[in-house]
C-alpha cells in the first residue's frame, strides 16, 4: 500500500490524516490516492484481500477512476448495483465467498473513523453489510471533523431525507463471547478506505 | 423453542423465574464461574470507559447530555405527535400502543396478514419487555435473535444478564456446547473467531428466510422522523434492509428534537456503554425503501409503547426516563457485579432495573416490590450515569413507595428502636439488659450464639463481650 501512495504522490491533509488514524483505530485500513491511480489502489487491494468478486455502488466516481477495468484486468468478476442476484447469494450463501462490496460515502468523519453511506437507486443498503469485505472509495472532500457535523449534513433539509443512512466505523465485531472484541461478526471482516485527492 | 422465556402478559418482570429476590441472590453469588465472568466483564468495561474519560471528555458531555434529556421529556408529546407525522410523511406507518399486549397483538396480526413465517430480530430491550418473542411463538411463528449474545441467551433458554451484553454470565466453552446441540454435530469450533464464523452462517439462512425484521430504536429524532439503532455486529443492518417489513419498537420516552441532540446523544451512547467513541454500525432510518430502490424493506412500522412511561412525567420518578439504556450503571455497581442481571428477573437489572422495574409493574407487584433493596446507595451509578440521573435518590424514593409486610414489618421495629433509644432512661435499662445477657451468654470474651437483633451478628462472626475486645 506505501507503494501506492508513493507513486500517486497524493496531496494528503491534517483532516485525511486523522481520518486513516481513526481508521486503522477502528480496525479498518486506509490509503490516499490521486484520482488516476484510485482504481488501480482499489483492486490491488482487493486482489491482495484474496476477493474474487466485487460488487460495485452505481456511482460515476467508480467509473471515473476506471474500477471496472482495474478489477477485471485483476481478475476479478465485476457485479453493478442493483446486482438481480436472487436473496440466498445476495446474502452470500450461495456463490463465492470472497466478495467486496464497494461503497462510495457521502461523506466521512475523521476524528472517529467513520464512513456515512445514503441508500439510493444505486447504492443499496446490503452491498458493504452483506460482503466478506468492504471498500469505500472516498473523495477527500468530503471529509468532515465532527459527527456532529457529519448529521448536521446529512440532515440539513435541502432535500428529501435518505430512506437509510449507515454509520459504518470498522469492520462488523462481536464483543458477545467474553467480552473480547472478535472482527467479523454479521457484517463485513474487512474494511479499507481509498481516499480519493 | 415454544416454552422459553414464558411470562405472564402485563407485567415486566419475568413470571418464570424460581424464587424470592433473596434467594436469586444467594444462588448467584455462590456460583463461582458466573462470578469470574462478571469480573471479567465489568473490568474490561471499566478501563474502555475510564479511557474515554481521559480522552474524550465523557465527563464533561454528561451536563449537556442531561439538559437534552430532561427537555425531551417536558416536550414529549409534542416531540412524539412530531416524529409521528414525519414518519408518515416518509410512507411508514405509527402506531401507538398503550401497554405491550397491545403492541403485540399489532405485530402479530401484521405477521399474519402479511404471510410472514419466520421473524428475524436485532437487540431490543423494549420488545423484551413487552414479551413480543412469546406472543409471536404462540401465533406459531419462529423467532430468531440474531444478535449474537442475544442468540446464545435463546439457545440457552435464560433470561438476558446486561443490557448491552446479555450474555456476559456465559463463557467460551458453555457457547460452543450450545452451537453444537443448535447445529446437531460436534463439528463446532472452540476459540472465539470459529464460533463467531459459525453463528454468521447460521443466522444468514435465517435472514434468507425471513419475512419480518423487528429492532428496538435507541433514538428517535422528531425533526426528520428518523430512527437510530446502534449495534458493532452488523445484525441490525441486516433485519432493517433484509425482510419485506420492518417493524421498530420503541419505548415512548426515546425521542429527542432534533440532530444537533441526536449527535451529543449519539457519541455519549458508545462510550458509556462500550467503553469506545463509535459504535460501529448507527442505522438511521426514515421510511421504507423509496420506489427507486433495489433493496431495503417495503413496509416500515414504528410501534411507540408507553406500558406505563407516560405516568411517570411530571412524578419524583420522571428523570428516570432520560435513560439512555447504555447499562453504565449496571457494570458500576457492586450488587450487580456480584449477581448478575438474572437475580433481578426482570430484562432491566442494576440500578436503573431496580428503580424502573417496579414502576412500570405498579408498585402492588410481588415479583419487583423488593428490587429497590438491590443496592447499598453507595453512589456509583449516579456517577456513572452518562445523562445524569440520580439513581441513588431515586433508589431511595422507591424504597419509601415500596410497601410489602417485610418493609411494613422492618418499619414498625425500626419506630420502636428509636423511640427506646431516644430518651436516656429507656436507652440506659436496654444497654443493662444488654450487657447482663452479653455476659450470660459469652465465654472467655465473646458471645458466638446471641438471640434477637444480634442473631444476624453471630451468625457469621463473635461478638465482644466487653470493651475494648479481649485478643
Ligand atoms: S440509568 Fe444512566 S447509566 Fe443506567 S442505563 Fe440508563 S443512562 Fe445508562
Redesign the interface.
Known amino acids: 500500500m506505501a507503494a501506492a501512495q508513493v507513486s500517486a504522490a497524493p496531496v494528503s491533509t491534517p483532516l485525511v490524516e486523522e481520518l486513516l488514524a481513526s481508521l486503522s483505530r477502528?480496525k479498518a485500513s486506509g490509503q490516499v490516492a490521486a484520482a488516476g491511480q484510485a482504481g488501480w489502489a482499489a483492486a490491488r487491494w482487493m486482489a491482495d484481500a484474496g476477493v474474487t468478486r466485487a460488487v460495485l455502488a452505481d456511482d460515476p466516481l467508480v467509473q471515473e477512476i476506471g474500477l471496472p477495468d482495474a478489477l477485471r484486468r485483476a481478475g476479478i468478476e465485476v457485479l453493478t448495483?442493483?446486482t438481480g442476484q436472487a436473496?440466498?447469494e445476495?446474502?452470500?450463501?450461495e456463490g463465492p465467498p470472497d466478495v467486496c462490496g464497494v461503497t462510495v460515502p457521502a461523506l466521512a468523519v475523521a476524528?472517529?473513523?467513520?464512513v456515512v453511506l445514503e441508500?439510493?437507486?444505486g447504492h443499496?443498503?446490503?452491498i458493504d453489510?452483506?460482503s466478506r469485505h468492504h471498500v469505500a472509495l472516498l473523495p477527500a472532500d468530503r471529509i468532515v471533523q465532527?459527527?456532529?457535523q457529519a448529521?448536521?449534513r446529512?440532515?440539513d433539509g435541502s432535500r428529501p431525507?435518505?430512506?437509510?443512512?449507515?454509520?459504518?466505523?470498522?469492520?462488523?465485531?462481536?464483543?458477545?463471547?467474553?467480552?473480547?472484541s472478535?472482527?467479523?461478526?454479521?457484517?463485513?471482516l474487512t474494511e479499507h478506505v481509498v481516499v480519493i485527492t | 423453542m415454544s416454552t422459553w422465556r414464558r411470562r405472564d402478559a402485563g407485567g415486566v418482570a419475568y413470571s418464570d423465574v424460581e424464587g424470592t429476590l433473596r434467594e436469586r441472590t444467594i444462588v448467584a453469588l455462590s456460583d463461582r464461574t458466573l462470578r469470574g465472568n462478571l469480573d471479567t466483564a465489568a473490568t474490561s468495561w471499566g478501563e474502555g470507559r475510564d479511557a474515554m474519560r481521559r480522552d474524550h471528555g465523557l465527563d464533561e458531555m454528561r451536563e449537556r447530555a442531561r439538559e437534552i434529556r430532561r427537555q425531551n421529556i417536558r416536550d414529549l408529546p409534542a416531540l412524539l405527535s412530531e416524529m409521528q407525522a414525519k414518519v408518515r410523511e416518509a410512507g411508514g406507518t405509527v402506531v401507538r400502543a398503550a401497554d405491550g399486549a397491545e403492541a403485540c397483538r399489532y405485530i402479530t396480526g401484521l405477521a399474519r396478514a402479511r404471510g410472514v413465517r419466520v421473524v428475524a430480530k436485532s437487540k431490543s430491550m423494549a420488545t423484551e419487555e413487552i414479551k413480543l418473542n412469546e406472543a409471536l411463538e404462540d401465533a406459531g411463528l419462529e423467532v430468531v435473535e440474531t444478535d449474537l449474545g442475544e442468540w446464545i441467551l435463546q439457545l440457552a433458554e435464560e433470561h438476558p444478564s446486561h443490557i448491552i451484553a446479555p450474555a456476559v454470565h456465559l463463557n467460551r466453552s458453555q457457547v460452543a456446547d450450545l452451537f453444537r446441540e443448535e447445529a446437531g454435530t460436534d463439528d463446532v469450533p472452540d476459540d472465539r473467531e470459529g464460533l463467531v464464523a459459525h453463528a454468521r452462517v447460521r443466522l444468514r439462512e435465517k435472514f434468507a428466510q425471513a419475512g419480518m425484521g423487528v429492532s428496538g430504536v435507541n433514538l428517535g429524532v422528531a425533526s426528520t422522523g428518523t430512527v437510530c439503532i446502534v449495534e458493532n455486529e452488523g445484525n441490525a443492518r441486516l433485519v432493517t434492509s433484509q425482510p419485506r417489513i420492518h417493524v421498530a419498537v420503541m419505548g415512548m420516552e426515546r425521542v429527542v428534537a432534533d440532530w444537533d441532540q441526536a449527535a451529543h446523544i449519539l457519541q455519549v451512547l458508545p462510550m458509556a456503554a462500550i467503553g469506545q467513541d463509535a459504535a460501529n454500525y448507527v442505522n438511521l432510518i426514515t421510511g421504507p425503501r423509496r420506489e427507486d430502490e433495489a433493496d431495503g424493506p417495503e413496509e416500515f412500522h414504528l410501534v411507540i409503547v408507553d406500558g406505563g412511561r407516560g405516568a411517570l412525567r411530571g412524578t419524583e420518578f420522571e428523570e428516570a426516563l432520560s435513560c439512555i439504556r447504555c447499562g453504565a450503571c449496571l457494570y458500576s455497581c457492586p450488587m450487580w457485579r456480584s449477581v448478575g442481571g438474572q437475580a433481578y428477573g426482570s430484562p432491566y437489572s442494576g440500578p436503573i432495573g431496580a428503580v424502573i422495574t417496579p414502576l412500570l409493574e405498579g408498585p402492588a407487584s410481588p415479583a419487583s416490590r423488593d428490587l429497590p433493596f438491590m443496592s447499598s446507595l453507595c453512589g456509583a451509578c449516579g456517577e456513572a450515569c452518562p445523562v445524569g440521573i440520580p439513581l441513588q435518590d431515586l433508589l431511595v424514593r422507591a424504597r419509601a413507595r415500596a410497601s410489602s409486610p417485610a418493609t411494613r414489618t422492618s418499619g414498625l421495629a425500626f419506630r420502636a428502636w428509636s423511640r427506646l433509644w431516644r430518651h436516656p432512661s429507656t436507652y440506659r435499662t436496654w444497654m443493662a439488659g444488654w450487657r447482663l445477657m452479653l455476659r450470660a451468654r459469652g465465654k472467655a470474651g465473646w458471645a458466638s450464639h446471641l438471640p434477637g437483633p444480634g442473631a444476624g451478628w453471630t451468625q457469621v462472626r463473635d461478638m465482644p463481650t466487653r470493651w475494648p475486645p479481649r485478643r
Not at chain 1, 472478535?182 to 463485513?188: E, M, N, Q
Open positions: 477502528r448495483w442493483p436473496k440466498r445476495a446474502l452470500g450463501l476524528e472517529r473513523g467513520t441508500a439510493s437507486a443499496g443498503r446490503g453489510v452483506t465532527t459527527l456532529a448529521l448536521a446529512t440532515f431525507v435518505p430512506s437509510a443512512v449507515s454509520l459504518v466505523s470498522g469492520p462488523s465485531r462481536s464483543s458477545d463471547i467474553e467480552k473480547i472478535t472482527l467479523g461478526a454479521h457484517g463485513a
